[in-house]
């Protein structure tokens, strides 16, 4: 009994100090990037000096609500006033993915035991979609996973007003949420909570309308929802756009593989088809491969699904019934391992202290462009935006000085937001534009506009 009420407390305890120190870590060695950490950073501090969600790294007084309708943001105001420093967004991220385990732990050790039950929730604090959003900075999904963990949890319980009460802030965390919100209310309204569950649905899609035909284009500086193009349809074979290529096909296998696809016995699982089918349907792999964080809102209904169906299989009264349930939550963590996401490969500093040392001689309130990897080491205390951009007089800088006037780059510059040749060339002309080097180090560079 005191194993059942205390092993899903401490898990999250002992994930939160795992996914934490891992982003930490990142942060130091400057593995994280202005896109998106730094982006992020500079909309939490708009929101918390009390004014607009500005960031300067996606463009010159940029509200990030013309990009994505992630008003939850604000919630991490108060905390980053306090520690107003991207490792606070990092922190808050493992805390936040940390908690998802509490209701997967909860579920699985009061429907399949303590031992089982305990290695359901170890899988799945060790899946590889919560490790990859782990390794890939900060996005505002992060308040998406414990929201639908706990969600789900209530849908696997038959708590269906609880399941609606977790679902419905999901509407504030990103516009493409409503599709999981959605997925919530139908689930309900076919266990026969009819009212409640159209309610639901009702509230996913008004919201979601709203959000992207009105919102976001209020916002945005071209009046439009910028990712529409992404998943307009002109013309050709529906199916094939939706499950071509094979990339995807391999997506699912990863998915449902950590579940031993003892998943696929729970209805619980069909939660997951609308916001895959959507990702599938975009014509951009990104969304829809495995390597960045859109993922991880996917683990919890996995997970209790996974918890769901093994709690199926044990009371069917088959032969085989036994010793799968028994079997399987066993192989759950082994599974999970066997697919845990190697580390990234990074292109940091060689030497992180020298190069912290250098950018510390640009002076805080200062307005910097930097290089992506740099970006979110400058971002808690300067107006950061992207190298190469705003090195040049702008129409409305005064006396034809730059809107950057500090410029911060890496040796070796990678290929983001441009190939490495034109960010070397960039670089090589910064002279010509009035900038000199004032300090050099651990693979950076920091130049301020000088004419004279």
């Known amino acids: 009994m005191l194993f059942r009420r205390w092993f899903p407390v401490l898990l999250p305890v002992v994930l939160f100090g795992a996914y934490g120190t891992v982003a930490v870590v990142?942060?130091?060695r400057m593995e994280t990037s202005g896109f998106d950490l730094g982006i992020f950073e500079q909309g939490v501090r708009g929101y918390a000096g009390l004014g607009a969600p500005v960031s300067a790294l996606k463009g010159s007084g940029f509200n990030l609500l013309g990009d994505h309708f992630s008003p939850v943001l604000a919630v991490l105001a108060p905390l980053y006033r306090l520690f107003p420093d991207a490792r606070t967004l990092l922190l808050a991220q493992a805390a936040l993915f940390a908690l998802s385990?509490?209701?997967?732990?909860?579920?699985?050790?009061?429907?399949?035991?303590?031992?089982?039950?305990?290695?359901?929730?170890?899988?799945?604090?060790?899946?590889?979609?919560?490790?990859?959003a782990v390794e890939f900075d900060?996005?505002?999904?992060?308040?998406?996973v414990p929201l639908a963990a706990f969600a789900v949890e209530a849908l696997a319980r038959g708590r269906w007003r609880a399941a609606v009460g977790w679902a419905l802030p999901l509407l504030l965390v990103k516009e493409d949420q409503g599709l999981l919100v959605a997925a919530v209310g139908a689930y309900v309204f076919a266990r026969g909570r009819r009212a409640l569950g159209a309610a639901a649905v009702l509230a996913a899609v008004g919201v979601t309308v709203l959000a992207v035909f009105l919102v976001i284009p209020a916002h945005n500086p071209d009046g439009l929802y910028t990712y529409a193009a992404s998943g307009s349809w002109r013309g050709g074979d529906p199916l094939a756009r939706l499950l071509l290529p094979g990339g995807k096909w391999r997506t699912v296998l990863v998915l449902l593989l950590p579940t031993a696809f003892l998943a696929l016995r729970s209805p619980l699982v069909l939660l997951a088809v609308p916001p895959l089918a959507a990702r599938f349907w975009s014509v951009d792999p990104a969304y829809w491969d495995t390597r960045q964080h859109y993922n991880a809102v996917l683990m919890p209904i996995l997970f209790l699904a996974l918890t769901d169906g093994l709690d199926r299989v044990r009371r069917r009264a088959r032969p085989w019934s036994g010793p799968v349930a028994a079997l399987v939550p066993v192989l759950v963590p082994v599974l999970a391992l066997l697919l845990f996401p190697p580390a990234p490969a990074g292109s940091a500093p060689p030497r992180p202290v020298d190069a912290r040392a250098v950018l510390a001689t640009v002076p805080d309130g200062a307005r910097v462009a930097a290089a992506n990897r740099l970006a979110p080491q400058l971002t808690g205390r300067c107006t950061v935006s992207l190298f190469p951009y705003l090195t040049r007089p702008g129409r409305d800088a005064p006396w034809g000085r730059p809107t950057a006037e500090w410029v911060a780059v890496l040796d070796r510059p990678g290929d983001f937001p441009l190939p490495e040749a034109e960010m070397l060339r960039a670089r090589a002309e910064l002279a010509d534009?009035?900038?000199?080097?004032?300090?050099?180090?651990?693979?950076?560079?920091?130049?301020?506009?000088?004419?004279?």
């Open 26 to 28: 990142r942060q130091q």
């Open 101 to 132: 385990a509490l209701p997967v732990a909860r579920l699985a050790v009061d429907r399949l035991g303590p031992v089982r039950g305990a290695a359901v929730g170890c899988g799945y604090g060790l899946s590889w979609g919560l490790w990859t």
């Open 433 to 452: 534009q009035g900038y000199r080097e004032v300090a050099a180090g651990g693979g950076v560079a920091v130049y301020r506009w000088s004419p004279d």
């Open 138 to 144: 900060f996005h505002e999904i992060a308040f998406a």
